[in-house]
């Protein structure tokens, strides 16, 4: 059946019409298991999907279209409101690509915080993601363990700059701040705190019989297709493929630290969750070694660039992309030599991987198509922008 | 051999303009050859650009003018502000390629002229094109011949503008009928 078929007006759908033997259902936009403001519409053969098409825009907010329209460094708060489980990471992104633009060069110290800062979002990010798709699937004990210590993470985000989701990280060309001083203290607890909560998660999780027959092989998808499809990141890497812009192009300080890609093998529930789970490890690993160089550097170290007061670009485009715990992120910008962006395109990478919603999860089951969902980590947030 | 020359080499005669800025290599290639010259960057053994990251639209009207009035002092590193002096076409669609071999990236441009908003569909080519380019047309109203799907995507369907166009203002049009329900 032809995809136009599927979005035809609302009553039809809601008025039990069937097409066939096949049942049309609307799921979402608002609806406890499509996080956000997703909506699926799935043509059913019982409780079997035989098409589904995602329709997005529920949580469109025109950020490109603001972006054109504020200067510079009045739209990093704007980038928060993408991906709000990891703003931090989201502002680095637009930070670094106005930085090559400009050919700004960071100082050191500014850029281990930012890795420390970024790695501590991306573990609350995965937190949060393996902490839902076991409340999807029924675990909710792991959900308390884990936001226990995303709320830890938050805390420490608070305590930085008094913002616990919308941080509003950072300046073009470096920090404001330096890292409080008792962060050692602080950073020591947490990172039993985490391993902890991930140990519990791990022995409630991974070898129990519901959860290993609930995600192993569903939804699974091969390398070839996920490429075809522009995956990144973990769902990506879950597929077999071991590529992490941390490593492939290494921005930053990344090529300093010694650090593992996870790699999973068959696409499916299981090992997005694996990888999300193994990742969180590696995080540790990076932000212990970040900590270790910030100590050796001098107290009055800069922190932030020679920048001038106006930011003011150069004409010209440029593209920059980091892994944020998604996958690649990237920034567009058009400059046209003023204080403003002439156009500014985010790549948001959940936006590749939820293209292909429709293809994942035809042939399974709808409570699996909501597993599927889960581990995806769509955030509608950077999806609709 | 620079990258550079490895892509022109590559394409030929279908290249209209190269250049490189900040690092980022850009290479301008006529419209109706679009699709064959990606065929040929993703085919191509020694560049291999075989993963699409994102396609691009961007609305030009003004920028030439802006230029016009203010000439800038040439900087040796500026990117040739897309050919100075000439009339910039109104729309632009750059599609980010990746090399996953070499991990090297490239931006392909193509001009769009107002009256003739039509490009050619890569979804043949990847089917990572499909959103992106329903988006595009959503909000610049460029059509892509040989979509398969070429709906609107983030605006809902009776949506009648295409709103990151640069004539479209930032507060919405024709929004009267949502305020008056208000009141």
Known sequence: ?385 | MSQQTLVSACLGDMVVSISEFVGDLTVEVSKNKIIHALEKLKSDPSLQFDFLSDVVGIDNLGLHAKKAKAPKKDEPQQEAAPDAGATLPRFEVVYLLLSLSSNKRLRVRVAVPEDDCVVESVTGLWRAANWPEREIYDMFGIRFKGHPDLRRLLMWDEFKDHPLRKDYPLEGKNEERILNYLD
Not at chain 1, 61 to 76: A, P, S
Not at chain 1, 107 to 115: D, F, G, T, Y
Not at chain 1, 219 to 224: D, G, Q, V
Not at chain 1, 238 to 264: M, N
Request: charge should be negative; aromatic fraction near 10%.
């Open chain 1, 1 to 385: 059946m032809h995809n136009s078929e599927l979005s035809e007006s609302f009553d039809e759908m809601t008025s039990g019409h069937s097409t066939g033997d096949y049942v049309k259902i609307n799921i979402g936009p608002s609806h406890p298991a499509m996080h956000g403001t997703l909506r699926v519409v799935a043509l059913t053969d019982g409780e079997s999907i035989v098409s589904a098409d995602p329709e997005i825009g529920y949580l469109h907010r025109g950020v490109e279209k603001l972006g054109e329209n504020l200067n510079y460094t009045q739209f990093i708060p704007v980038t928060d409101r993408l991906n709000y489980c990891s703003a931090i990471c989201n502002n680095v992104s637009y930070e670094m690509a106005v930085e090559k633009l400009m050919g700004i060069e960071v100082p050191e110290k500014a850029q281990l915080v930012r890795i420390i800062m970024m790695e501590l979002a991306r573990i609350a990010d995965h937190e949060v993601l393996v902490g839902i798709l076991g409340v999807d699937l029924g675990a909710f004990t792991p959900f308390f363990y884990l936001i226990i210590q995303r709320e830890e993470i938050y805390e420490i985000f608070e305590w930085y700059n008094g913002a616990r989701l919308t941080n509003t990280f950072g300046r073009i060309g470096g920090l404001v701040a330096d890292l409080p001083s008792d962060f050692e203290t602080r950073w020591q607890k947490l990172r039993d705190g985490i391993r902890n909560a991930n140990d519990e998660t791990d022995k409630l999780l991974t070898h129990n019989r519901i959860w290993t027959d609930r995600t192993i092989g569903v939804a699974a998808f091969s390398p070839k297709d996920a490429l075809d499809w522009g995956f990144t990141g973990p769902c990506l890497r879950a597929c077999g493929v071991k590529r992490d812009l941390r490593k492939d192009e290494p921005y930053s300080l990344y090529s300093r630290f010694d650090f593992d890609v996870p790699v999973g093998k068959h696409g499916d529930v299981f090992d997005r969750y694996m990888i999300r789970m193994e990742e969180m490890e590696e995080s540790i690993k990076i932000i212990d070694q970040a900590f270790k160089m910030y100590k050796e550097m001098p107290a009055d170290a800069p922190l932030i660039a020679k920048v001038p007061k106006t930011i003011k670009p150069p004409a010209g485009d440029v593209y920059h992309a980091i892994e944020a715990p998604n996958g690649e992120l990237g920034f567009f910008i058009r400059s046209d030599g003023s204080d403003k962006p002439y156009r500014l395109k985010i790549r948001p990478p959940c936006y590749m991987v939820y293209q292909a919603f429709g293809e994942m999860v035809k042939g399974e089951m709808i409570a699996d198509m909501i597993a599927c969902l889960s581990s995806l980590n769509v955030i509608a947030g950077e999806l609709d922008r």
